[in-house]
């Protein structure tokens, strides 16, 4: 049963690189919730921002390119955007972990897996005993799948394969028993039977845990069998947002449209023509006036040049920004 | 019957691994280990599989950029394992290939003119001053505007650089294109644009297509018949449809059940394979999949699995490579 609190509430979040051209906006008043125990999904294509929006959230960007402009992150109700680096401390990786879609870049190469693995115990619960934390440690491995885990502890990461790091970098970040895991894109390196291993490992263990997860994705796939609930981002805005069972069903904006019915399918007849999204993404440097998808929407009207669409509900829990919904009274 | 385009016959490719201090060699690879396929005039064979099971280079084997091990390519009534440099840059007039990313295959020093009219030149086809407007042609063909003449290729996105990959794989009016992981690299969006690009060429100009992906929803939609590979070798064969609705071999029917399907009220009875794929330097002795498959029995160790077609049926065109393929069932 989903508490209606909502854990983490992100409001109108916008954040910026400065990059040699100017200024951009990655993530342009970006808002959603995630309530207790609850899997929502960001999906998007590459450059949407839902990188950018997981580490803005775990404070993360690269310093001093990026900055949150404004907007603000409640976790539990406490804005996290100004918090001191210390207080940070506190909460990332103890209490919000990642993971990241390539654990090869994100585990270190030249200490063993079991060092790893036991200084997320020291860093965050500095009383436990060593024995201790080396029990605990095995025990998160076990827990990951992980087969032989006293022998793993001694392995470097190369040692072991794509899928095999995975679970260490699930072990790392679930070390602490967070209560927010994000997940940026982590199946999207591996291959579809070890991805499969993995979203049943990661469906099991938010059961026995209750942890909420924040699952980003460019897979229509993924979502659909991983989240309840799912956001949809395009060029640095929200899109869509709805329940997932309600979005494929019913979606709204022409871009889900248009990107639910660009995927093949395995029941779409072969050889046929698949419907497509004309042209390609905006440049964040030169985006369009108004709505960003307007220069690739099939629907666009002149008010769509003028200003962007706020979300509008158009249903219950389902907005869409997009201005067929407006309506004018 | 169609005529047989490409017909690859116990294709053998095994890399040399050195070691020690004299770089002796200490073993090998065995990337693909007697692959035998055909692919008919027009059509499109798709070849799936996962990473490291050899897909990528059976494609570049019958290619010849590298030189097979064992075995025969008969492209065209040649065998191009045993043709000659010189005899093998006439026959490549006729097999092109196009990567998964374009970015490493398109010269990053040369603007987009260099490098469409560069096949014109090597082949030296036609002359110099009609060279423009046949490359101006090419560029529309694939859907792009001829101001792209003067650019570099980081100029582009990602799936336009692709097209410009697909124009000079055109260029010369090639029978057959190998198509190396075409779309794995581009967003939803833009995949299904090359996607579509590729079967209208395909229609307008007879190709015929070696597809080679990972993702079998992409696959499916473009090919029509299917061989399905791993560690080295094709565990089945078959009509595309006839693959999805009927898989015969345990590791097909696990790839098929592992796909994501956009749709959340499909639920799935889904086969979760365990364990992770062998190293090609040491495959598993019979059976490659005995390591990983649900079904394994003591015969799957040791003995070595046929291309074969499926038990109670004598269809050449679903052929499978399972011990037990008439005794089991998958529900």
């Not at chain 1, 294509?45 to 603000?72: D, F, N, W, Y």
């Not at chain 2, 008969?74 to 010189?86: C, K, M, W, Y």
């Not at chain 2, 290939?97 to 014109?120: W, Y």
Request: hydrophobic letters at 40%; charged letters at 25%.
């Amino acid at each position: 049963m989903i508490d209606n609190n909502p854990i983490l509430q992100v409001q109108n979040l916008t954040t910026a690189f400065d990059t040699e051209a100017g200024r951009i906006r990655a993530i342009d008043d970006v808002s959603f919730d995630l309530k207790k125990e609850q899997v929502l999904g960001i999906v998007g294509e590459s450059g949407c921002g839902k990188s950018v929006t997981a580490l803005s959230i775990m404070r993360l960007l690269p310093k001093p390119v990026g900055v949150i402009e404004s907007g603000r992150i409640l976790f539990k109700g406490e804005d996290i955007v100004g918090l001191e680096a210390d207080k940070m401390h506190e909460i990332r990786g103890k209490r919000i972990s990642m993971i990241f879609q390539e654990p090869m870049t994100s585990l270190n190469p030249v200490h063993r897996i079991g060092k790893q693995l036991t200084e997320v115990f020291h860093l965050h619960f500095s009383q436990m005993a060593d024995a201790e934390i080396r029990q605990e440690s095995i025990e998160i491995l076990r827990k990951v799948g992980i087969p032989e885990p006293e022998q793993r502890m001694e392995e470097y990461p190369h040692g072991i394969s794509g899928g095999m790091r995975q679970r260490v970098m699930i072990a790392l970040a679930l070390a602490c028993k967070p209560e927010i895991l994000i997940a940026d894109e982590p199946t999207t390196a591996l291959d579809v039977t070890i991805q499969a291993q993995i979203l049943d490992l990661m469906k099991k263990l938010q059961r026995e845990t209750g942890m909420a997860i924040i699952f980003i994705t460019h897979d229509m796939g993924v979502i659909a069998e991983t989240c309840q609930d799912v956001v949809v981002m395009y060029a640095g805005k929200v899109a869509e947002s709805a329940a997932t069972i309600e979005l494929f069903k019913n979606p709204r904006h022409p871009y889900t449209q248009g990107l639910l019915a660009s995927i093949p399918k395995l029941e779409t007849p072969r050889k046929t023509k698949l419907n497509i999204i004309e042209g390609i993404v905006p440049s964040l440097y030169e985006l369009p006036t108004g709505c960003r998808f307007r220069t690739r929407c099939p629907h666009v009207m002149d008010i769509c040049a003028l200003e962007s669409p706020p979300l509008i509900e158009v249903a219950e829990s389902h907005f869409a920004s997009c201005y067929l919904y407006w309506k004018n009274d | 019957m169609t005529d047989n385009l490409l017909e690859v016959k116990k294709l053998k490719m095994y890399f040399p691994i050195h070691g020690g201090i004299l770089r002796r060699r200490v073993g090998w690879v065995y990337a693909v280990d007697g692959v035998s396929l055909k692919v008919r005039t027009g059509e499109t064979l798709g070849l799936v599989g996962e990473s490291g099971c050899g897909k990528t280079t059976v494609g570049r084997t019958i290619a010849r950029l590298y030189k097979p091990v064992g075995g025969n390519v008969i492209f065209d009534g040649n065998d191009l394992a045993r043709l000659s440099h010189r005899a093998l840059r006439e026959v490549r007039r006729d097999l092109q290939i196009i990567f998964q990313d374009p970015f490493e295959s398109l010269n990053a020093r040369h603007t987009v003119r260099d490098i469409l009219q560069e096949p014109f030149q090597i082949h030296n086809i036609g002359i110099p001053k009609n060279r423009e407007e046949e490359v101006v042609q090419l560029l529309s063909r694939v859907g792009m505007d001829d101001d792209a003449l003067i650019r570099f290729p980081h100029e582009f996105s990602g799936g336009q650089r692709q097209r410009i990959g697909i124009a000079r794989a055109i260029a010369l009016k090639p029978k057959m294109i190998i198509c190396d992981e075409p779309v794995s690299a581009l967003d939803v969006s833009i995949q299904s644009q090359i996607l579509n690009l590729l079967l209208e060429l395909q229609s307008e100009m007879n190709l015929t297509y070696l597809f080679i992906a990972h993702d079998l929803a992409v696959v499916k939609h473009i090919s029509d018949r299917i061989a399905v590979m791993y560690l080295g070798k094709i565990v089945e064969y078959a009509q595309a449809d006839s693959l999805y609705d009927h898989p015969a071999h345990p590791y097909t029917h696990a790839l098929i059940s592992a796909i994501p399907v956009p749709d959340p009220q499909i639920k799935k009875n889904r086969q979760i394979l365990v364990g992770d794929v062998p190293s090609p330097i040491h495959p598993p002795s019979g059976c490659v999949f005995h390591t990983r498959c649900p079904y394994v029995e003591d015969t799957c160790k040791v003995k070595v699995p046929e291309l074969m077609p499926v038990p109670g049926t004598t269809d050449s065109d679903h052929l499978q490579a399972c011990l037990r393929a008439g005794d089991i069932s998958f529900d």
